[in-house]
């Protein structure tokens, strides 16, 4: 991966987070506007998606188009789990054991056909290659054979992307060069480290992993909310000691659960209006 020759190399890192990581647009929308563009980016799942697509050279408005087309398409989610999203964006973990119980899912490991996503990305992309995009990028995945993290800073951009935001139970794990890849996010949402690694001086952290709520009893009355409690306790403690890694952590705050695709619009303004107001901040910490 090249650089370009320069003392301070900034890197912006971009979290997972369903549809809030749509927010990542707005953010981009105003970094692009003021010429304040990153010599890196490192994303993991949705961070990935609008990394890639935006290291690729596709501008913010053209991604706002994107993600209209991917939300709820045929790419990401069968009809009957698009219907249940779009009425009732917080019974994943229902649907999947309703669908296991009608052995649907039994003999399968994602809910989505595993070339529809990956046939949506090469139809906007091609046969890309990482290392040939007009600004430098990486993605992170996580092999299920081995535990290790994969790092993706070459090879095909499509298939790293993929592989990035393969949520489990979601879509089905990418088979790649002997290994089985999921969601990146699993083990490391906040990927400062591979921007070090990667030879950044500074990195900038959008945050948008939501603060861990205390929750009244009552809300935990079942097994279902049981699993999703200890999920989110896990998700939560994991990453927390990532965040702070970063030279400038961007909070944004997006009220809108990570299944939620029906709000597009209102998500990428949030993220326009917190790159704005902490504009200056940022600036000042890259001494740009």
């Not at 900034?10 to 990153?38: E, K, N």
């Not at 087309?69 to 009425?87: A, H, I």
């Amino acid at each position: 991966m090249l650089w370009r020759r320069k003392k301070e190399k900034w890197a912006l890192v971009l979290m997972g987070g369903g549809a809030r990581g749509l927010t990542h647009i707005g953010i981009l929308d105003i970094f692009h506007q003021q010429r304040v563009i990153p010599d890196l980016i490192v994303g993991t799942s949705m961070g990935a998606i609008v990394g890639g697509l935006y290291s690729y050279g596709f501008s913010p408005e053209k991604l706002k188009t994107i993600a209209d087309q991917l939300s709820f398409s045929e790419y990401l989610f069968p009809l009957p789990f698009s219907r249940v999203l779009k009425t009732r964006p917080k019974t994943l973990i229902d649907f999947l054991l309703i669908e296991a119980y009608k052995n649907r899912l039994i003999k399968k490991m994602g809910l989505n056909q595993p070339d529809k996503i990956e046939e949506f990305f090469q139809q906007l992309i091609g046969e890309a290659n990482i290392e040939d995009l007009p600004l430098p990028f990486a993605c992170n995945a996580v092999d299920l054979l081995t535990g290790q993290e994969i790092i993706f800073s070459k090879g095909n951009l499509a298939k790293a992307i993929r592989a990035s935001m393969s949520l489990p139970f979601i879509f089905e794990p990418v088979n790649w060069n002997g290994h089985l890849l999921v969601d990146g996010g699993l083990i490391n949402n906040a990927p400062v480290k591979i921007a070090w690694q990667l030879g950044a001086t500074k990195t900038v952290l959008v945050d948008i992993h939501r603060p861990l709520a205390i929750i009244p009893p009552e809300n935990i009355s079942n097994i279902f909310q049981l699993l999703q409690r200890v999920m989110e306790t896990m998700s939560y403690h994991l990453h927390q000691d990532k965040i702070e890694e970063a030279d400038y952590i961007l909070r944004v705050d997006v009220p809108y659960d990570s299944l939620d695709f029906s709000q597009i619009a209102s998500i990428i303004e949030i993220g326009r209006k917190a790159a704005q107001k902490n504009l200056n901040q940022i600036k000042k910490a890259l001494h740009l």
